[in-house]
């Protein structure tokens, strides 16, 4: 009976790796990010959105024709302008993030069929696990907070180096040869946690909620 109940589960494991298909691919991303800022009792909110550049591999694994689990490993640059009232200068301050993160989209692609010849839709839904790998401040590795006595902190501390969010997105795919396919989307990426490492701990303000957002638009090549 144990040996039977192998034979099934190794017949039904070889089917499905026989049925299911790997496509792997290139992408560019250009962007806008901006920071979904609180912090009531200081007044911090977004000021400016920031333009970004990310790209990076992309790989879409098969279940049937037409849906797959899409993944990657890409670049985003994220970030954008903040505005607060600083009880330390009694001033409104303005201070520009730009972070660049290593990410992992884990997301599902549902495609339609043709709607012209070799051309498909897709809807992509999931999530994305990053990882900040650098930071600057007002342009700069290095930030002196003039609400602070002027202390000098590195900007790779500002931020907490881990994020994750939701993405969804839609596009077309394109077959341009037997196993070559172009595809243009545009997608949207909510960042779940508050990532602000600096005005809670270093400047004790409270309240102060940092969240990621970006929307995107897709550009790729898959062989």
């Known amino acids: ?3 039977t109940l192998l034979a099934l589960l190794l ?3 070889t089917a499905t790796a026989a049925s299911a298909q790997v496509e792997i691919g290139l992408k560019v991303s250009p962007s806008i990010a901006y920071l979904r800022a ?3 009792s200081n007044n911090f909110q ?3 959105s920031k333009l970004g550049l990310g790209g990076g591999l992309v790989v879409d694994y098969f279940f049937g024709e037409n849906y797959a689990f899409s993944s990657g490993l890409e670049l985003a640059g994220k970030g954008g302008t903040i505005s607060y009232n600083d009880p330390g200068t009694g001033t409104a301050q303005t201070t520009k993030i730009t972070a660049q993160y ?3 989209p884990l997301t599902m692609k549902l495609f339609t069929n043709d709607i012209a010849t070799d051309t498909k839709l897709y809807f992509q839904l999931g999530g994305v696990v990053g990882a900040n790998i650098g930071t600057r401040i007002n342009g700069e590795k290095e930030y002196t907070d003039p ?3 002027n202390e000098v902190f590195k900007a790779n501390k500002f931020l907490l180096v881990p994020d994750f969010g939701v993405m969804i997105g839609f596009g077309s795919e394109y077959q341009v040869g037997q196993s070559t396919k172009v595809f243009a989307g545009l997608h949207y990426q909510r960042g ?3 990532i602000d490492n600096y005005y809670g701990d270093e ?4 309240n102060v909620v940092l969240k990621n957002s970006e929307f995107a638009l897709d550009l790729g090549l898959k062989f």
């Open 1 to 3: 009976m144990k040996k």
């Open 11 to 13: 017949l039904g494991v």
């Open 38 to 40: 609180d912090g009531s």
């Open 46 to 48: 977004k000021d400016k």
């Open 102 to 104: 290593l990410q992992i």
């Open 147 to 149: 609400g602070n006595n």
């Open 192 to 194: 779940l946690p508050n």
């Open 203 to 206: 400047r004790g303000l409270k």
